[in-house]
């Protein structure tokens, strides 16, 4: 079955310290994106790509860096500078053609303690 | 301002009942809509899409209203199961290739 698969499901960081979670596609959609969610609120952008070997900052990027470089794969690494870093992150990618909707893996849940 | 706005809600109405969310956004060259569902501690799933001419699926209906730049959702005959947070979305950005999500609209259905 096609999907969208990020890991681990829970994370937990100790203060600075960088944490990279886990993207994978098999769709062959072209874009993928990171959102963060906290509680109560909406999702916001971090990152997102449009093809391999780009990425482009979205609305919250400070403290978090990408990589491109497979078409299926769109790691995250949250780094120290990210001074609030507990949330729930969600990985998303779509054809990337206008009107294709956008398909979300099950998310990853950081705790930093 | 916010590229998508939303209804925090919560909306509480009982089983049977017709509940109505509307949704607006900033970006009058937006081209795609959609509205997604997301349980709690989910990850958000696909609803339906929401064209210009209005599309049904079944106890659901959404509209758009470009002129005025919002996007409804209608859910007729509410079930228990239909409780949930209901994201609206929109498909913008330079190359129409950023999706910007509203806060979200929470609905209880109570029995």
């Known amino acids: 079955d096609g999907g969208i698969t990020q890991s681990p499901k829970y994370l937990f960081r100790k203060e600075g310290q960088n944490v990279t979670l886990s993207c994978e596609q098999n769709?062959?959609?072209?874009?993928m994106y990171w959102y963060r969610q906290d509680p109560g609120q909406g999702l916001r952008l971090i990152y997102y790509s449009q093809i391999v070997n780009d990425f482009q900052k979205g609305d919250i990027a400070e403290g978090y860096s990408v990589s491109r470089e497979k078409k299926e794969s769109f790691p995250l690494t949250v780094t120290s500078a990210q001074k609030n870093p507990t949330a729930f992150y969600l990985c998303?990618?779509?054809?990337?053609?206008?009107?294709?909707?956008?398909?979300f893996g099950q998310g990853t849940r950081l705790t930093v303690v | 301002r916010k590229e998508v706005e939303q209804d925090p809600g919560p909306f509480n109405v009982p089983e049977g009942a017709t509940v109505a969310f509307n949704c607006t956004y900033s970006?009058?060259?937006?081209?795609?809509f959609f509205w997604y569902r997301q349980d709690c501690r989910k990850e958000p799933k696909l609803l339906m899409s929401?064209?210009?001419s209005g599309n049904e699926d079944g106890r659901f209906t959404a509209q758009l209203n470009r002129a005025s730049q919002y996007i409804s959702l209608l859910i007729r005959d509410s079930k228990l199961s239909d409780s949930a947070t209901y994201l609206c979305?929109?498909?913008?950005?330079?190359?129409?290739?950023?999706?910007?999500f509203g806060s979200g609209t929470k609905l209880n259905v109570k029995p």
């Open positions: 929401v064209y210009s």
């Open positions: 970006n009058s060259a937006s081209q795609s």
């Open positions: 769709l062959n959609h072209d874009a």
């Open positions: 998303a990618s779509s054809r990337g053609q206008g009107a294709a909707e956008a398909f």
């Open positions: 979305v929109v498909l913008s950005g330079y190359n129409f290739n950023k999706f910007y």
